[in-house]
């Protein structure tokens, strides 16, 4: 029996257009218990935008999540034999893992997707941040930058570890103007701003974090049907499931170290979702792991041939 790791996408893998054919096929979640869980039109978001109103931390998250959970769920029966060994996502896509896994429903789900995008729209309005992505950097090199910074009063944080040479800081906006103007002093070659609201995974999201407190408590988690590996910890998840995604809004995305661990339990992983940025990740971290991408309907039975043929080989 092969052996499969799934990987959910995070914020950025949202384009206009993306998850037609789902709508098509869900319109009990994806338009009824969507449009009254969120109160206005997942699929005119999705399927009309404009760029910039898909690309809002508030719609981008949930968009990602529902369509996300879909696939997923429309993956399910053509992967009977298949062992599903463990999952992880990035950022927002650990709560996709997390309902793949049956840890969350996917109302529930949605309901806390939903408080955490708008959450931390809210936290990044409140005074100007962003992120970086840092060239020519490994973990030390982004550490040692940030360091110097806060030794000045400054705030400037590891946010995410993505994958080999994707290295993310994520700060106020004088603090990334001064990374960019310093790097080659830490042996970096650039700084590369990012198109984001705000200062993810860093303590600009305490605000955030706080407003999803409340959120989580009320939910019910239940128990995975298997592993989902969190971000902050790039091990499993306990039982202290809403602690854990509380943290993550202030804490580091080991997003790499997540796949490594994963990679040494598996035959192959498969994305879930829309586009493929999570998979090209996980190419770069793994490159001897074969990845197979199930981001539409009509790859489905595709994905389930290259698992066949792999198994063979």
């Not at 719609?59 to 599903?84: N, R």
């Not at 999803?212 to 969190?230: K, T």
């Amino acid at each position: 029996m092969p052996r499969v790791g799934l990987l959910f996408p995070g914020q950025g893998a949202q384009f206009v257009g993306m998850g037609a054919e789902l709508f098509d096929a869900r319109p009990d979640l994806l338009i009824e218990t969507a449009d009254a869980v969120l109160g206005w039109s997942l699929r005119d978001v999705c399927l009309e935008g404009p760029e910039e109103r898909l690309t809002a931390t508030e719609h981008a998250q949930p968009a990602l999540y529902a369509l996300s959970y879909v696939l997923w769920e429309a993956l399910q029966p053509t992967l009977d034999g298949v062992e599903v060994s463990a999952a992880a996502g990035h950022s927002l896509g650990e709560y996709t893992a997390l309902a793949a896994a049956g840890v969350l429903g996917f109302e529930d789900g949605l309901r806390l997707v939903a408080e955490r995008g708008q959450a931390m729209a809210d936290a990044a309005a409140l005074e100007p941040s962003g992120m970086a992505a840092l060239i020519g950097a490994d973990e030390s090199m982004a550490e040692a930058i940030c360091a110097a910074r806060r030794a000045e009063g400054g705030r400037l944080w590891v946010a995410n570890l993505n994958a080999p040479g994707q290295v993310v800081v994520a700060g106020g906006t004088e603090d990334l103007a001064w990374a960019a103007e310093h790097v080659r002093d830490h042996g970096i070659r650039r700084a590369i701003p990012l198109k984001v609201a705000g200062a993810f995974h860093t303590p600009f999201m305490a605000p955030a974090a706080e407003r999803l407190a409340g959120a989580v408590g009320s939910v019910s988690f239940g128990q995975p049907a298997f592993p989902v590996f969190a971000n902050t910890s790039a091990t499993p998840h306990d039982d202290e499931v809403a602690a854990g995604l509380v943290a993550q809004l202030t804490g580091q995305v080991r997003f790499e170290a997540s796949v490594r661990a994963i990679a040494g339990k598996i035959d192959a992983l498969i994305h879930v979702g829309p586009g493929d940025v999570t998979a090209g990740m996980a190419k770069r971290i793994s490159p001897d792991t074969p990845i197979h991408v199930a981001n539409e309907l009509g790859v489905l039975a595709h994905v389930r041939a290259a698992l066949e043929e792999q198994e063979s080989a």
